[in-house]
């Protein structure tokens, strides 16, 4: 059914559907979200940030 919906607003139609929160910055070149004990980011463009942000997590001091 092509209702003329592109990704990933049809995604978030889905996961809103299924009754999760959609916290998405599709506007950013990062987006990384924490939420409990689950990280996730958005395509390789965030893989950075998520790696930071799982160090921050673990209450690891990143090292450059």
Partial sequence: MDDGRKLPYLVEDAVIAAGANW????????????????ITARGPGSSGAAAETLLTELGIEATA
Avoid: H, K, Y
Wanted: negative net charge.
């Fill in 23 to 38: 916290d998405a910055e599709l506007d950013a070149d990062t987006s990384v979200t924490v939420d409990g004990d689950l």
